[in-house]
């Protein structure tokens, strides 16, 4: 009689068994995971650039990869959209589940009117003590409550420089105060180049530039508890050096939002810009011919005993309250800073988002790129100025987050009051005194 | 006869359930694309709402007043009036201009009538794009031309400073839509009798003589179609205004329905922006009074 298999002292019956149960259950795994919910995460972000896509693509394909079951869809908003486009995500309840790099004082009011998930487990998740000290304060509207965090740092107001404008105009180093800045104005315009792009146009970066402005003049839009304070000396005095600057900025200046001043600098058609670290992959790839001339300084004050003014936007992430699968979409969130694809969206415009991670900073991955090499110079520049920088929701270290200032940012009031002051030439006294009004009106509505 | 007098109000009152099922479904689609919307921007107009939560406070008739008593409506309202009247009468001028000359015996006569649609048919964000490319104060061969010719010492900042930036959104708005002018008018002139034309020639009249006793009579009852359609549709033109300037320099350009989104979107106030709607839909009711008289309500 021939001996069963299973008998055999080569294979003994315990293992055929454990084998079959494992097969078993292998066999079971697949249809398990099969048997899960196929999910999908949207991923809205106003910065779309094609490096920067490039990025995200792998972030979800690694995220993908690790979920089996989650589909992340990345949608492009914009600037100057996301306002309108949220509201009527939140109005009409298709909430997309992630949200990243708005700036942050876009989130709070979200966040006040209920309509952001608390943040503080994705926090936890990301390792609270990876994060630089004080980057998360301005996203605690509430105590011990997030309502997001950033994603980065910027500083958005560096003043770009042409090295070799300078030399041929016999500057030597980059002006501190504005009455330098004229000289250099003065100096550098001409030959068909002009001096610097600054934005006169009715949208957010004029607001918020020129926010800079008052601030380079020791003045603030509110007190630190939240008092409309835009009616002041140092304001008049921000007004009458940014209608200095009008002839020296471009014609079409007075329509200029970032994409367009970003390029009258890196087209060469201007000797300075404004503008934040993405000027150096742009200057690289679009105009390497002026590439080894391009540096940065802060931009300067109305004296020298008035320190710098950095509006740093702190690109945010944050989560809708309403967005469905929220467990998903947490990990999705916190997974953005996995160093792997976090340091690769940095490195898709290095120097414009600065890590807001100490660990990401450090790490040898992420010096490792020909930009930042090249450019470590201005990289920490920026980098220490955006460590220091504020922006509306927090005007300083004092102030309290002000949950208006996306409203007033996309009012327009700010960007109302340039046009009418140093275009229209209108009286600076009275359009101060009703964008006052107004902005009591925003605050109080 | 007994018959007769009960079966006949049957029978009329079984072809009205028919009427009414029959006309049911138009009501519906009508009810829900039309009348709740209108029924529910006044609604929303009583209140005080924060768009992304649509949430907030009765406030009765505050909205209209604050409408009435502020200057952003009335500011806004003059800028549509200067919007619409300047692009529509440059369409019209346009429109009638090209539709004559597409109506002789030219050559290529065919492809000119399909190549002057394009203008209508390209996307608005694509012809803008195209615009602000043009309008470009740094690299813009409007300026470029004009310099290269000497018209011009320095650049000209077409849309950021007044009145270059109405006039700009004027032309652009006159470029985009006159096709649909030129459309309906040729049109209209090829059924126009010749023998009108030959009558006239045999009193003596000249070219432009018969253009002013012959085809404008002729064009007459179309023009009219036209200009109150294209009034309407320009008095209510978002996309090519918002994209061209934004309703800037300062609000030189914007009208009423750049008002309606700025109030409902950036300053989240639906309440507001819902007034305002119902203000510009009343405006917009005198235009439709207007072509309901004209047209005899067909």
């Keep these: 009689m021939k001996k069963s298999s299973f008998t055999s002292p080569a294979l003994p019956r315990r293992s055929v068994l454990t084998g079959m149960a494992a097969a078993g259950a292998m066999a079971a795994m697949p249809r398990r995971l099969v048997a899960q919910e196929q999910i999908t995460i949207r991923w809205w972000s106003p910065q779309s650039s094609p490096e920067q896509l490039a990025a995200y693509q792998t972030q979800i394909a690694n995220f993908e990869a690790q979920h089996q079951n989650v589909k992340v869809v990345f949608e492009k908003t914009s600037d100057e959209g996301y306002a309108p486009q949220l509201a009527a995500a939140f109005a009409s309840g298709d909430v997309p589940n992630v949200v990243t790099h708005l700036p942050s004082f876009a989130v709070s009011n979200y966040w006040r009117n209920g309509l952001l998930e608390p943040f503080n487990d994705v926090i936890e998740m990301i390792g609270p003590e990876k994060f630089y000290p004080g980057a998360n304060d301005g996203y605690e509207v509430d105590p011990g409550q997030y309502a997001g965090t950033s994603i980065g740092n910027s500083a958005a107001n560096m003043m770009w420089l042409r090295t070799d404008l300078m030399e041929a105009a016999g500057i030597e180093s980059a002006p501190r105060t504005w009455d330098e800045m004229l000289a250099a104005m003065e100096a550098m315009q001409g030959g068909g180049i002009w001096g610097a792009p600054l934005p006169y146009g009715r949208n957010s970066m004029t607001s918020l530039i020129f926010i800079g402005v008052i601030h380079q003049a020791g003045g603030q839009v509110f007190s630190p508890d939240l008092q409309v304070a835009i009616d002041t000396q140092e304001t008049r005095d921000a007004l009458e050096f940014y209608k200095a600057m009008r002839q020296y900025c471009p014609p079409g200046a007075t329509n200029y939002s970032w994409g367009d001043s970003l390029t009258a600098f890196v087209s060469g058609a201007c000797a300075t810009g404004i503008y934040t670290g993405r000027v150096l992959i742009n200057v690289n790839t679009q105009n390497p011919g002026i590439a080894d001339n391009v540096t940065c300084a802060l931009y300067p004050t109305k004296s020298a005993d008035i320190p710098h003014w950095t509006f740093n936007d702190f690109p945010s992430v944050f989560i809708p309250k309403a967005a469905p699968n929220m467990e998903a979409t947490k990990q999705f969130a916190a997974f953005l800073f996995d160093p792997e694809g976090y340091i690769q969206q940095l490195h898709a415009a290095p120097g414009h988002v600065l890590p807001v991670l100490q660990t990401i900073s450090a790490d040898p991955a992420y010096q490792d790129n020909p930009i930042i090499e090249k450019y470590s110079a201005e990289v920490d520049k920026m980098a220490a100025a955006a460590a220091n920088g504020y922006n509306l929701g927090r005007e300083s270290a004092e102030h309290q987050p002000n949950a208006k200032a996306g409203e007033i940012v996309n009012s327009g009031v700010i960007a109302e009051l340039v046009q009418r002051v140093v275009l229209n030439d209108e009286n600076a006294d009275q359009v101060l005194g009703e964008t006052t009004a107004r902005i009591e009106e925003i605050m109080a509505g | ?298």
């Design chain 2, 1 to 298: 006869m007994t018959v007769a007098t009960t079966n006949t109000p049957l029978l009329e009152r079984q072809y009205a359930r028919l009427g009414a099922l029959l006309i049911a479904p138009t009501i519906v689609v009508f009810s829900l694309v039309i009348v709740y919307p209108l029924l529910a921007a006044i609604y929303l107009s009583l209140f005080s709402i924060y768009t992304p939560t649509l949430e907030g406070d009765f406030v009765g008739f505050a909205n209209y007043w604050d409408l009435l008593s502020g200057r952003e409506f009335w500011n806004s309202l003059r800028v549509t009036l200067v919007w619409t009247v300047g692009t529509l009468s440059l369409q019209i001028v346009l429109g009638v201009g090209m539709a004559l000359l597409l109506h002789q015996n030219i050559w290529f006569r065919s492809l000119a009538r399909s190549l002057v649609l394009f203008p209508y048919f390209l996307s608005t964000v694509v012809a803008v794009l195209v615009w602000r490319w043009l309008f470009n104060d740094l690299y813009g061969a409007m300026n470029h031309g004009l310099m290269q010719l000497g018209i011009l010492d320095m650049p000209l900042d077409w849309l950021g400073s007044m009145p270059n930036a109405m006039i700009g959104v004027i032309l652009v708005g006159a470029w985009k839509y006159f096709p649909f002018v030129v459309i309906a008018v040729l049109a209209r002139l090829q059924t126009i009798p010749d023998h009108l034309y030959e009558a006239a020639r045999i009193d003596g009249a000249g070219p432009i003589a018969r253009f002013w006793d012959v085809t404008l009579p002729q064009l007459r009852s179309v023009l009219v179609v036209i200009i109150l359609l294209r009034a309407i549709w320009d008095f209510k033109e978002f996309d090519l205004i918002y994209l061209l300037t934004g309703g800037g320099p300062v609000t030189s350009t914007q009208t009423l329905s750049l008002l309606v989104y700025q109030e409902a979107f950036a300053l989240n106030q639906m309440g507001q922006a819902a007034a305002y709607s119902v203000g510009m839909m009343l405006v917009m009711l005198v235009f439709m009074l207007v072509y309901l008289r004209k047209t005899g309500g067909r």
